[in-house]
């Protein structure tokens, strides 16, 4: 079946690493390219810049760049793989784009920013952002930034909310039509989104925090505030966002469909979607690509889930939170 998945890291191992190639179509470095996602049928991949500790440039033995020039470097890779093949795949801005790039027998890629630190307090640069493209943004990664406090196991830092800055901002994305991210946000930052927004956010890669006790994931609470407001958390792929056990290495499909039963008991089948993390994530992994997804789909079917359940976790979710929060 059709799938949107709503965070993957693949473009900086294309702009960081590949340095031959530059190639999104086929590609030996990355979890996700193109070739695999025509595959898989998949409908559509939101693409993230990550923004980089400055550490990682050096590891890599990568010039330094600034946020700026890595934002946009990010942008320029993905379009320009984009238009290079354009017979199978197109940019998407909005939730109707997706629909009738599919229905044009293309799949769409759809450009975000996981960390908001280089919007640096200005509303300028938001707007800069989305006129670049730039379609949702993971308000913190795990710093302190304009926005306000991350995630962190550190119960103050954890409680600690969005700065006056960040509120009027987080009401100005909505405003733009940027899709609000609290995956990295800190547990204050995410009810004080919650009691801001008028549109749906997102949660784009993060799980519940009953069953995979990682400080990213999210409480039952929280959940069920994201469904109150229509929005919805994708599934997150990696070994640490799934199980019990943090130091457990494996994913497996079938521990995937356990915890989207969990969410859909807690939050509706409304409020779960996909959110891979792909080239974010490590361990034993059995689905360790996006040409793999037919195993969650059985995964799922094999936990009662219907073909309508599949759909909404699939695409209809995000599609339809798109709509009302995309623009
Ligand atoms: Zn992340």
């Not at 993905?78 to 801005?93: C, F, G, P, T």
């Amino acid at each position: 079946m059709q799938h949107i998945d709503m965070h993957c890291d693949s473009i900086e191992q294309i702009v960081l690493f590949d340095h031959d190639q530059k190639d999104l179509y086929h590609s030996s470095l990355t979890m996700v390219d193109f070739e695999r996602m025509k595959k898989q049928g998949q409908m559509a991949q939101f693409f993230a810049a990550w923004l980089l500790p400055q550490r990682i440039f050096e590891y890599h033995k990568v010039p330094l760049m600034t946020d700026h020039v890595y934002v946009q470097q990010c942008h320029d890779e993905l379009v320009r793989n984009v238009e290079k093949h354009s017979d199978i795949i197109a940019m998407a801005y909005t939730g109707e784009d997706i629909e009738n790039n599919w229905k044009a027998g293309r799949m769409s890629a759809v450009f975000t920013v996981e960390d908001g630190r280089d919007i640096d307090g200005k509303l300028e640069r938001l707007k800069e952002y989305h006129d670049m493209g730039v379609r949702a943004l993971s308000l913190t990664w795990n710093s302190y930034n304009c926005f306000g406090a991350p995630n962190s196991k550190d119960p103050i830092l954890m409680h600690d909310g969005l700065t006056e800055w960040g509120k009027t901002a987080v009401r100005y994305m909505q405003e733009l039509g940027i899709l609000v991210d609290v995956s990295h946000l800190s547990e204050g930052g995410f009810w004080d989104v919650y009691n801001l927004v008028d549109k749906p956010f997102v949660a784009t890669h993060s799980n519940a925090r009953a069953i995979a006790p990682h400080q990213r994931n999210l409480s039952d609470d929280q959940l069920r505030a994201l469904a109150a407001k229509g929005g919805c958390a994708g599934i997150n792929f990696g070994p640490d966002f799934l199980n019990a056990d943090p130091t457990d290495p494996n994913q497996t499909a079938e521990r995937m469909a356990e915890m989207a039963q969990y969410m859909v008991n807690v939050a509706g089948i409304d409020t779960v979607a996909i959110g891979s993390d792909f080239d974010g994530i490590h361990g034993n992994l059995e689905i360790d690509s996006c040409d793999k997804m037919g195993l969650l789909e059985e995964a799922l079917r094999k936990k009662g889930f219907s073909d309508d359940d599949i759909e909404k976790i699939f695409y209809k979710n995000v599609l339809r939170v798109m709509k009302a929060a995309v623009k």
